[in-house]
């Protein structure tokens, strides 16, 4: 901060200085006989200098395009995990191509005429006061251009966004519920619907404020990890619990707004399961990248006494993409994609919400969902600090925090 405030100062300073030296010049004129070096009016170097530095500038522009291509252009997204994705990419790759020839272009023919029309001395500039034929060109073709990628946007957006009702029959609900700095899962369970939820009803281990009353909320089924199954449809429900966030799922070309009271949706199709997404040649190589360096910072983490790094691999993430508070940056979820069978086990596998419920009731609470403690919505006397886990909520005190 203190180097700030002292760049800050210099800077001004430097200003300061600067503007100082401009008011003596403007004191000075009229003063001395006329200097040609020093007149306002452009002479010929000025215009040539000028009509270089135009080419230098296109230049700089096509070179910085060509080594930010080459040296990032693996952060690109890879292959899709969806079955909406190979559209969302065309749609995407079709406008990144545009945009890249259409600048290419422009910007060389606007360097060029600015560098081929430099001033020169004694040279009139020619007067044209318009031209329809031209005009109508460069109006028409952004016109046809535009419309055609418009048009071809709304349909993959109808194509991704739109559910028909044969479809929400055999899908999969999911419920995601974000909160600062976490987010939760729930599935509908046998009925396949989810209970209503609401903050209110926060308390001991049901998290995520399920209304028990409601007859479809019992069987439903809560879990700290995102499972799907590849090839069926899950049709997701975003709600928030305190502020502002964005369900982001990069590899399945996903994302949701999550709204403080209302429920948003998304829903896709999974394509590749994580298994399959490990064997991507584009995802090995990123796994490799990120293992060397994890490597070279283990060999430093033992010289000092520590415990080395797990090696990484890879898995599905569930980010959030709303700067939503201090720890935004690392609220995310793992994401595992499963063959059906497989994720039919591990989802009969899964507590019930109703018999969680009734098993805390009965003793001491100990939430079962792992990294999901209960957090102190405005000042919610229900709500249990996540250390708490050896008392009963009718012992638990208020939490005080925030
Ligand atoms: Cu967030």
């Not at 800077?11 to 004129?29: C, N, R, S, Y």
């Amino acid at each position: 901060m203190t180097g700030l405030l002292i760049f800050a100062v210099l800077v001004l300073l430097g200003i300061a200085i600067w503007q100082l030296t401009k008011i003596f010049q403007l004191t000075q004129i009229g003063t001395t006989p006329a200097d040609d070096d020093n007149s306002e009016v452009a002479n010929d170097r000025d215009n040539n200098v000028n009509g270089y530095l135009m080419f230098g500038f296109v230049a700089f522009i096509y070179i910085f395009t060509i080594v930010a291509l080459v040296k990032w252009g693996h952060f690109s997204l890879g292959t899709p995990a969806s079955e909406h994705g190979p559209q969302y990419d065309n749609l995407l790759a079709m406008s990144f191509w545009l945009i890249f020839i259409v600048q290419t272009i422009t910007q060389f023919l606007l360097h060029y005429f600015a560098f081929k029309y430099r001033g020169k001395e004694g040279k009139v500039a020619f007067y044209y006061a318009d031209n329809d034929k031209l005009e109508f060109i460069w109006t028409i073709i952004p016109v046809i251009v535009l419309a055609g990628l418009i048009l071809y946007g709304l349909y993959a957006w109808t194509n991704i966004m739109f559910v028909n009702d044969e479809d929400k029959e055999d899908a999969i609900y999911v419920e995601v519920y974000a909160k600062q700095f976490s987010w939760e899962v729930r599935y509908a369970g046998a009925d396949g619907i989810l209970g209503k939820a609401n903050v209110r009803y926060i308390e001991s281990v049901n998290t995520m404020g399920v209304d028990m009353a409601d007859p479809n909320a019992a069987d439903d089924i809560p879990a700290s990890e995102l499972h799907l199954p590849k090839g069926k449809r899950i049709i997701f429900k975003f709600r928030s619990q305190d502020v502002l966030h964005s369900a982001y799922m990069p590899h399945f070309r996903a994302q949701m707004n999550v709204v403080p009271g209302m429920v948003t949706e998304f829903s896709f199709i999974p394509t590749v399961t994580t298994a399959e997404m490990r064997q991507d040649a584009a995802i090995m190589n990123k796994v490799s990248n990120i293992n060397v360096i994890r490597s070279k910072k283990s060999a430093e983490l033992v010289a000092e006494g520590q415990t080395a790094l797990e090696p990484y691999t890879f898995d599905y993430l569930l980010l959030c993409n709303k700067i939503c508070g201090p720890s935004h940056y690392n609220m995310q979820m793992k994401i595992v994609v499963d063959e059906k069978a497989d994720f039919d086990k591990w989802l009969s596998g899964q507590k019930s919400l109703g018999a969680a419920v009734k098993e805390s009731q009965e003793k001491p609470v100990t939430p079962d969902v792992p990294g999901t403690p209960v957090q102190a919505v405005g000042g919610d006397s229900t709500a249990v600090m996540p250390q708490d886990t050896t008392k009963t909520v009718s012992q638990a005190k208020p939490a005080t925090t925030k």
